[in-house]
């Protein structure tokens, strides 16, 4: 399901994760990126919590 989120609020998706920090960098980008490039850019920010997303399972998956 975070994946679904992830297509269209990448900051809230990346802030269900608890990278809190790096939720609000991403949407203080992301805000005026939307705005200013039409949406060019939220591919960017899609990958980027995917990635995140990937390696949190990963991480998980790892633990004994």
Same mark, same amino acid.
């Given at each position: 399901?975070?994946? $679904? ?7 809230? %998706?990346?802030? *269900? ?6 939720? =609000?960098?991403?949407? $203080? ?7 200013? %490039?039409?949406? *060019? ?6 990958? =980027? ?16």
């Amino acid at each position: 399901m975070n994946y $679904v989120l992830a297509l269209f609020l990448p900051p809230l %998706s990346i802030l *269900l994760l608890g990278r809190i920090i790096l939720s =609000l960098v991403v949407f $203080v980008i992301w805000v005026p990126a939307i705005i200013f %490039s039409g949406g *060019l850019t939220h591919p960017m920010f899609i990958v =980027l919590a995917w990635i995140l997303i990937y390696q949190d399972h990963a991480d998980r998956r790892g633990r004994p």
